[in-house]
């Protein structure tokens, strides 16, 4: 079984419907050109994208399927959406792990993933409450890509102070995810004590880097 290795760069091959570059074949290209620059496992959304991901590549793949109310609890919500994510080639499976309301128990969640898909479970949070609750649920490892999410308030930078803390408390992995950009902010959640490191947008979404250094020419 492929597993994720200490010290890896996930990259992150994600690509809404209001994308140009929207599909398995742009998330596919991706994943390779991830590959050749050194990525250790590759983060995919959905069942189509991961099986045309799983067609090019042997890196270990997270899988998720977004689903529902970005508002909501959204990320790989049902045991259902889970089973499709390794039927469709997942290795490990992303999902919502934060104390919102929620379509199923996240602890019966993730014990059917374990004994009937028989995968790892990444539970994707916002809190340090929630990344404890997580790893009590039996998460095997716990993410940091929904801080600056939930609360209508979105940094612009990584969340490093929760990756301290999630490290510091919890005896499971830790990835850092969510607005890491630079290879300073990938040092410094490394230093913070992240088991991994997951770049979705500064690698892989070419429309939001344009904007960002449009955005930088503006500024004077
Ligand atoms: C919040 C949410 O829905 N995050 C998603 C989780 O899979 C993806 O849209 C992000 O691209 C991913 O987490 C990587 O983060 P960033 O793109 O900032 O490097």
């Known amino acids: 079984m492929r597993t994720l290795a200490r010290g890896s760069l996930v990259v992150s091959c994600q690509a809404g419907p209001e994308n140009p570059i929207h599909g398995p074949a742009a998330m596919a290209l991706m994943a390779q050109a991830a590959e050749a620059g050194g990525a250790g496992a590759i983060r995919a959304n959905g069942p189509d994208d991961i099986a045309a991901i799983r067609a090019v590549t042997d890196l270990p793949i997270v899988g998720l399927h977004k689903l529902g109310d970005p508002a909501g609890v959204f990320i790989t919500p049902t045991y259902g959406s889970a089973a499709g994510v390794v039927a469709a080639g997942a290795d490990l499976v992303a999902l919502d792990a934060t104390l919102r309301p929620r379509p199923e128990r996240l602890d019966e969640q993730i014990t ?61 992995p830790i990835i850092a995810e969510g607005r890491i950009w630079t290879a300073e902010d990938v040092m410094s959640v490394r230093d913070a004590g992240a088991y991994a490191v997951v770049v979705g947008t500064a690698i892989t979404n070419p429309r939001d880097i344009t904007a960002r250094l449009v955005g930088a020419l503006a500024v004077r």
């Open 112 to 172: 059917r993933i374990h004994d009937e898909l028989g995968v790892p479970v990444m539970g994707d949070v916002d809190s340090l409450d929630a990344g404890l609750a997580a790893r009590e649920a039996g998460a095997d490892f716990v993410a940091t890509t929904l801080s600056g999410y939930t609360d209508g308030r979105t940094p612009t930078g990584p969340d490093v102070e929760l990756v301290r803390q999630l490290a510091t408390r919890l005896d499971c």
